[in-house]
Every structure is written in structure tokens, then in C-alpha cells.
């Protein structure tokens, strides 16, 4: 199936810990992001990739790392997790604007994190 | 700043009322792009509708319909004949092209309950 795929699905750890999700589109899309959803079902932006090169980065703390090896990869490292990085991590795909019209971002399922 | 507003938190209807579920957007970009997104019980975000800004052409799509108006900076989505399959979170959002990335600002989302 053409999707994107993101793993793992849900991810329980204890404060402190380092841990990595992984994010893969086989929709030949040439840019990648990462979305995080709290509790109220907020969504916001935090990075984006083109091709491997960084284009946004949010607000976000230096504890949170994004790897991407190739265009079809967008992984994110999470270094001494904390109580409030509970919550959904969502890594989508787009085709980069002006290649096509089509620029809609499609999302992987979700990684719900937990950290206890 | 971009900004997007879904007024209305959670709607509640009975199977087969028509609904419409309200999304205002703020920008000062000529050229931006609205999605409207579905996350069913399950979480994950499904792609409905994308909308170019110089594109003003209203569009339905079998009990889907969308209705955009520059003038009021409004993106409006229709359900007819709601079915209880219907009941999710939908989400609007408002994108601004960067560097080829599109940064989606999503609104706070609309609860939809559709009672049998």
C-alpha cells in the first residue's frame, strides 16, 4: 500500500530516556514533516524537511532531533524525554509546491508517546 | 500571523440531518492554501479537500460539500444526509507556502457526533 508509514505506534517510557520514531512515505513526496497533537487535539507544525535539508523548525527544544537520510525518511529523536512530551506525533509528506498542484501533506497514523 | 478558527467545539445531530461545520482563516498572504482534515475515533488524519486561494469555485463531492468565500475569509464544510460514520474530529487549516514546504496552521478542530 502507498502510505506513510510511521513506527512505533504507541511508545511508553519513563522520564529521562532517549527515544526514536521512525516516519517512512513510499508516495514519492520530496518533503516531510512533523506534527505533535496534545491533549486538546491541537495540532502545530514543529520541523520540516526538503530533500533532506532542514526548511522549518518550530519552536521547539533542542532535545528534539530530526534525522533525515533520505527524502523518503523523516525520523525524530527525542532526547531526555519529560512529562509534557506526552502526546501524538504525527509525520507527514507533501510534494514540495510548484512541482505540482497537488500539495496536499498526507499522515502517517500517529505515534502516541507516553512518558511516565 | 496565520490563524484559523473552528467556533464550534463538538456538534451533535441525528443520522441523516444536513450539518456544516464553520472554519474562519486570517492571513496576510495573497497565495495560501485550506485543507480540511478527518481524524475518526481510530486518530489518524485523513485528507478531504484542498483549496488554492485564487480558486473561489465551491465543490462537492458526493455528501461532501465546501464552500469558500474570500470576502468573509470562510471555508465552510457540509455534510449531507450525515451518517454515524461521520462522526470525527475535522480539522481546517490554512498553509503558507515556505520554501516549497507547506506549513500547516490548523484550527482547534470540531467534535461531530452523529447520534443513529
Known amino acids: 500500500d502507498t502510505a506513510v508509514s510511521q513506527t512505533p505506534k504507541y511508545l511508553v517510557t519513563q522520564m529521562g530516556n532517549d527515544k526514536s520514531i521512525k516516519c517512512e512515505q513510499n508516495?514519492?513526496?520530496?518533503?516531510m514533516y512533523w506534527y505533535k497533537q496534545d491533549s486538546k487535539k491541537f495540532l502545530k507544525i514543529m520541523f520540516s524537511?526538503?530533500?533532506?535539508?532542514?526548511?522549518i523548525n518550530e519552536t521547539v527544544p533542542n532535545r528534539f532531533s530530526p534525522k533525515s537520510p533520505d527524502k523518503a525518511h523523516l525520523n525524530l529523536h527525542i532526547n531526555s524525554l519529560e512529562l509534557g512530551d506526552s502526546a501524538v506525533y504525527f509525520c507527514?509528506?507533501?510534494?514540495?509546491?510548484?512541482?505540482?498542484?497537488?500539495?496536499?501533506?498526507?499522515f502517517g497514523q500517529g505515534t502516541r508517546l507516553t512518558v511516565v | 500571523a496565520q490563524k484559523v478558527t473552528q467556533a464550534q467545539t463538538e456538534i451533535s445531530v441525528v443520522e441523516k440531518e444536513d450539518v456544516t461545520l464553520d472554519c474562519v482563516y486570517e492571513?496576510?498572504?495573497?497565495?495560501?492554501?485550506l485543507f480540511w482534515y478527518k481524524q475518526p475515533p481510530s486518530g489518524e488524519l485523513v485528507f478531504l479537500i484542498r483549496r488554492n486561494s485564487f480558486d473561489e469555485q465551491n465543490e462537492i463531492s458526493g455528501r461532501y460539500s465546501w464552500n469558500f468565500q474570500k470576502s468573509t475569509s470562510s471555508f465552510n464544510f457540509t455534510i449531507t444526509a450525515s451518517q454515524v460514520v461521520d462522526s470525527a474530529v475535522y480539522f481546517c487549516?490554512?498553509?503558507?507556502?515556505?520554501?516549497?514546504?507547506?506549513?500547516?496552521?490548523f484550527g482547534q478542530g470540531t467534535r461531530l457526533t452523529i447520534n443513529p
Open positions: 524537511y526538503n530533500n533532506k535539508e532542514l526548511i
Open positions: 487549516a490554512l498553509s503558507e507556502p515556505l520554501r516549497g514546504a507547506q506549513k500547516l496552521v
Open positions: 507527514a509528506s507533501s510534494l514540495r509546491t510548484g512541482v505540482s498542484n497537488r500539495i496536499e501533506a498526507f
Open positions: 492571513t496576510r498572504d495573497t497565495t495560501y492554501y
Open positions: 508516495l514519492g513526496h520530496d518533503t
